[in-house]
């Protein structure tokens, strides 16, 4: 795997620590235990450089002879790009975050303030922008699969290891002048045995960035006062962007865009007993693609969020998407919408209209193509029944998504007067940068 890293064309790895011969798991394990504490360890009130990091770890497992299969390969002055500032919590529902704050329990409200501090420790009140914290359950003792086969053909054995895998709340937040506040409802689907969860934080303003955590948290148990709720998150689906209607045109890697909406918050816990955010497709069978960690909130809510998957490589022809989301509650909502796979790669138009018709003023053309962030050249060419021209618009287009709703027409000729009543015949074409094609013919009326 390392070869690849550094032989990859395409843009490799700029720095390996690997090895360059034989070395065994727990000799692995040692090594990357110290690497991980020297790597966040600064080194005289600055942060370390690649070497200082690689000298550091070696010289704590000296006496392994495993040790010394590992080598640097990269520069070794060179540094990683570390968040200049420090993200602190203040308090938690308004009791100081250096004294024992109230337990996150199942289905309470939560509020977390804290600030952006500079290299002196005082709050950075230079610092506006956006905040990304995330709140983690308890850690969970994982094991390994235990799969791998020695030189000996001995089995290896399940290793335990301690991870977070679920996730309490992921958000994001306004950052004005160093400070913060964030509020979330705790899932009903934490585990209810008390321990200590975390608070990790990252935060940027388009120059500089901050994190930091809290570790000191306890998360647990049940509050028995929350107040009712039996509704389940409203759900708005679209395929790329939200110009998409239902049956519409899409290339064989679309995007799923679910907008969701819950006034007690998503549950994106992912606690593996059913209440995961899911989708899945009429032409796959027994696939569910799990879709927590790709819901972001909305600025400065918990209430609100999309989700914006990727699928690959999907069959031409009709497909029927399902969307199902649970809030912290566990009440889940479910919506479905169809979509057409281009049969091929060549430039395709479907549900070409103009809205409003009838008209008497205005009207948009509007078409969906297999073609999204592209160049195109659009051209409407207006005839009477009878097959003269009376109008051509053009116009160019960069479309972000499949359907497009840029053209208008103020229903003037090409003189600039006006069109009278009746039935109009319209061809649409639309043109990519390679030079293909694809023309339609609709009909449109106009009302004086």
Same mark, same amino acid.
């Given at each position: 795997?390392?070869?690849?890293?550094?032989?990859?064309?395409?843009?490799?790895?700029?720095?390996?620590?690997?090895?360059?011969?034989?070395?065994?798991?727990?000799?692995?394990?040692? *090594?990357?235990?110290?690497?991980?504490?020297?790597?966040?360890?600064?080194?005289?009130?600055?942060?370390?450089?690649?070497?200082?990091?690689?000298?550091?770890?070696?010289?704590?497992?000296?006496?392994?002879?495993?040790?010394? +299969?590992?080598?640097?390969?990269?520069?070794?002055? *060179?540094?990683?790009?570390?968040?200049?500032?420090?993200?602190?919590?203040?308090?938690?529902?308004?009791?100081?975050?250096?004294?024992?704050?109230?337990?996150?329990?199942?289905?309470?409200?939560?509020?977390?303030?804290?600030?952006?501090?500079?290299?002196?420790?005082?709050?950075?009140? %230079?610092?506006?922008?956006?905040?990304?914290?995330?709140?983690?359950?308890?850690?969970?003792?994982?094991?390994?699969?235990?799969?791998?086969?020695?030189?000996?053909?001995?089995?290896?054995?399940?290793?335990?290891?301690?991870?977070?895998?679920?996730?309490?709340?992921?958000?994001?937040?306004?950052?004005?002048?160093?400070?913060?506040?964030?509020?979330?409802?705790?899932?009903?689907?934490?585990?209810?045995?008390?321990?200590?969860?975390?608070?990790?934080?990252?935060?940027? +303003?388009?120059?500089?960035?901050?994190?930091?955590?809290?570790?000191?948290?306890?998360?647990?148990?049940?509050?028995?006062?929350?107040?009712?709720?039996?509704?389940?998150?409203?759900?708005?689906?679209?395929?790329?962007?939200?110009?998409?209607?239902?049956?519409?045109?899409?290339?064989?890697?679309?995007?799923?865009?679910?907008?969701?909406?819950?006034?007690?918050?998503?549950?994106?816990?992912?606690?593996?007993?059913?209440?995961?955010?899911?989708?899945? *497709?009429?032409?796959?069978?027994?696939?569910?693609?799990?879709? +927590?960690?790709?819901?972001?909130?909305? *600025?400065?809510?918990?209430?609100?969020?999309?989700?914006?998957?990727?699928?690959?490589?999907? %069959?031409?022809?009709?497909?029927?998407?399902?969307?199902?989301?649970?809030?912290?509650?566990?009440?889940?909502?479910?919506? %479905?919408?169809?979509?057409?796979?281009?049969?091929?790669?060549?430039?395709?138009?479907?549900?070409?209209?103009?809205?409003?018709?009838?008209?008497?003023?205005?009207?948009?053309?509007?078409?969906?193509?297999?073609?999204?962030?592209?160049?195109?050249?659009?051209?409407?060419?207006?005839?009477?029944?009878?097959?003269?021209?009376?109008?051509?618009?053009?116009?160019?287009?960069?479309?972000?998504?499949?359907? %497009?709703?840029?053209?208008?027409?103020?229903?003037?000729?090409?003189?600039?007067?006006?069109?009278?009543?009746?039935?109009?015949?319209?061809?649409?074409?639309?043109?990519?940068?390679?030079?293909?094609?694809?023309?339609?013919?609709?009909?449109?009326?106009?009302?004086?």
């Amino acid at each position: 795997a390392g070869e690849l890293v550094m032989l990859n064309p395409n843009g490799g790895g700029i720095c390996l620590f690997t090895t360059s011969r034989l070395a065994f798991s727990s000799s692995n394990n040692n *090594l990357c235990q110290r690497f991980f504490t020297h790597v966040f360890t600064p080194i005289n009130g600055r942060m370390p450089t690649m070497g200082e990091v690689f000298e550091q770890t070696k010289i704590d497992v000296y006496t392994d002879p495993y040790v010394r +299969n590992f080598l640097l390969i990269g520069d070794p002055a *060179l540094r990683m790009a570390y968040p200049q500032y420090e993200v602190v919590t203040s308090t938690i529902n308004g009791v100081p975050a250096n004294l024992p704050t109230d337990t996150l329990k199942a289905l309470s409200r939560i509020t977390v303030t804290g600030e952006v501090r500079g290299l002196n420790g005082s709050r950075l009140t %230079s610092f506006n922008g956006t905040l990304y914290p995330t709140v983690y359950d308890k850690t969970e003792t994982i094991y390994t699969l235990g799969n791998d086969i020695n030189v000996t053909n001995d089995p290896s054995f399940p290793a335990p290891f301690q991870l977070r895998k679920n996730v309490i709340f992921r958000g994001k937040v306004s950052v004005t002048n160093g400070s913060f506040s964030f509020t979330f409802i705790v899932p009903r689907d934490i585990r209810f045995q008390y321990g200590y969860g975390r608070i990790s934080y990252y935060a940027q +303003n388009g120059q500089t960035d901050a994190h930091g955590f809290n570790n000191d948290i306890v998360v647990g148990g049940y509050n028995s006062l929350a107040a009712a709720d039996s509704k389940g998150p409203e759900i708005r689906l679209y395929m790329n962007d939200e110009k998409f209607v239902r049956g519409g045109l899409t290339d064989a890697n679309p995007y799923l865009l679910a907008i969701v909406s819950d006034t007690s918050g998503i549950n994106t816990i992912g606690n593996g007993i059913g209440h995961d955010m899911t989708a899945e *497709l009429s032409t796959e069978t027994n696939k569910i693609h799990v879709l +927590n960690d790709y819901f972001e909130s909305d *600025l400065n809510s918990y209430q609100n969020g999309k989700v914006y998957y990727p699928f690959a490589e999907l %069959s031409p022809g009709p497909h029927t998407v399902t969307f199902k989301v649970w809030d912290v509650y566990n009440n889940s909502s479910e919506s %479905s919408t169809d979509f057409i796979v281009a049969e091929s790669a060549d430039l395709a138009l479907s549900h070409v209209l103009n809205y409003p018709n009838p008209f008497t003023t205005r009207t948009t053309f509007m078409f969906e193509h297999n073609r999204p962030y592209t160049n195109l050249d659009v051209q409407v060419q207006v005839f009477t029944v009878s097959g003269k021209l009376i109008k051509t618009i053009s116009g160019k287009i960069f479309s972000t998504g499949y359907r %497009s709703d840029d053209l208008q027409w103020d229903g003037l000729d090409d003189f600039g007067d006006r069109i009278g009543r009746g039935v109009y015949v319209y061809k649409l074409r639309v043109r990519a940068s390679d030079g293909s094609y694809a023309d339609k013919f609709e009909k449109l009326v106009i009302l004086r």
